[in-house]
């Protein structure tokens, strides 16, 4: 089979779908790669790193596409990028997809070209999101890198750190939501010494956070996380007083609820932060809004907001190695065996099917868009 991958042209993406080691597995199982020209340097790989591992190096994306059964992405098409998708009339996408927050527009070009589209967040392996729990990491991680920036008094902030310091006041962190990306940033945010309290609206699941944490964090650390459900009440009082809120709310492959409100953001305080990291399933908090690398924050009413639809591409190395990590295998198996012997071995795989022979398969991503849903079947 023909696989192939193309640079990034989202703001500041800097990640790549094949490493050359990735590429050194293909070839090794007789498959061609083709990469597009320049598609790792923003990793810190070379063209002659990938030729080196067996690719052929292509002058642009569309070629590539012309030529690959199936093109390896990071992030979603972006509307220039949809002459790369007429050339992959009827062959497979494999990337991130976020359909359910995408333009609808996306989704009608993958339906009018028949593209196999399979999504990266919604594969399950053991009811997990195996593809997307290494960006969820790395983005709880920042979230609190980003947030204890802006907190800073030359961006606008509260002028506190995440630090502790005796006599002094530290950084109040309110994280919305239990899972991967909320776990990660309390965890971060603990470990620089920050008071951090996690809403999970779950009590089994905030039971497993608060154990999960202790582990990691134990003696004076662990007593500055707290583990809460969702009590309206609570939830106010804390927000009132936080330096920082994260919103690390999902909904498997459909859009993210809106758990805060205006009011809620009305009463914080001047100068807080808010990162909501939800923002790819279209935010969790009111007020978000995309924004990009080079156009970080956007200020209402005096407190910070940092929306980055893909905050991972500025650590791409750290990035496309865990990523590819879970993907690859997945990738292997598609170009050994084929697109549908694969689905029809393993249902979690068959989940990432987002789009199929022009019709949308995936329910979260119909009901989000107002479009007809068809169940997965093979002929």
């Known amino acids: 089979m023909i696989i192939g991958t193309i ?9 790549v779908g094949l490493l050359p080691s990735s590429v050194k597995l293909l070839v090794a199982n007789k498959h061609e790669v083709y990469v597009e020209k320049n598609a ?18 292509l002058d642009n994306a569309v070629e ?10 990071i992030k979603e098409p972006m509307q220039e990028e949809f002459t790369i998708l007429e050339a992959l009339a009827g062959k497979t996408l494999y990337t991130y997809l976020h359909l359910a927050a995408a333009p609808k527009e996306l989704t009608l070009e993958l339906i009018k070209h028949k593209i196999t589209s399979i999504a990266y967040e919604t594969i399950e392996k053991n009811g997990r999101l195996p593809c997307l729990a290494p ?29 502790h310091v005796k006599g002094a006041d530290t950084a109040n962190v309110v994280v919305i939501g239990g899972g991967v990306v909320g776990k990660k940033a309390a965890l971060t945010a603990c470990g620089m010494g920050a008071s951090v309290t996690v809403f999970e609206i779950n009590e089994e699941r905030a039971q497993y956070v608060q154990e999960e944490c202790g582990k990691v964090l134990a003696g004076k650390f662990f007593s500055n996380l707290s583990v809460e459900t969702a009590e309206e009440e609570n939830l106010v009082k804390a927000i009132k007083e936080a330096d920082v809120l994260i919103g690390a709310v999902l909904v498997k492959g459909s859009k993210a609820p809106r758990i805060i409100t205006k009011e809620m953001i009305d009463v914080m305080q001047k100068g807080a932060v808010i990162i909501d990291v939800a923002i790819d399933q279209g935010g969790c908090i009111w007020g978000s809004k995309p924004t990009s690398h080079s156009q970080p924050t956007y200020d209402y009413e005096g407190k910070i907001y940092c929306c980055i639809t893909n905050m991972p591409g500025q650590v791409p190395l750290q990035a496309t190695q865990a990523l590819t990590a879970t993907t690859i295998p997945y990738l292997l198996q598609m170009a050994n065996k084929g697109i549908e012997e694969t689905v029809k071995g393993d249902s979690g795989f068959a989940q990432g099917l987002n789009v199929y022979q022009g019709k949308i398969v995936y329910k979260g991503v119909a009901d989000a868009l107002g479009l007809d849903y068809t169940e997965l079947r093979f002929s």
Do not use: C, H, P, W
């Open 135 to 163: 960006m969820s990491k790395i983005a709880g991680i920042l979230a609190v890198q980003y947030s204890s920036q802006y907190l800073q008094k030359k961006y606008g902030g509260r002028g506190v750190s995440m630090g």
């Open 7 to 15: 640079k990034e042209v989202k703001d500041n993406e800097n990640r």
């Open 64 to 73: 590539v596409a012309k030529k690959a059964d199936i093109l390896v992405k």
């Open 40 to 57: 790792g340097t923003g990793t810190g790989f070379s063209d002659g790193d990938y030729e080196k591992a067996g690719a052929i190096i």
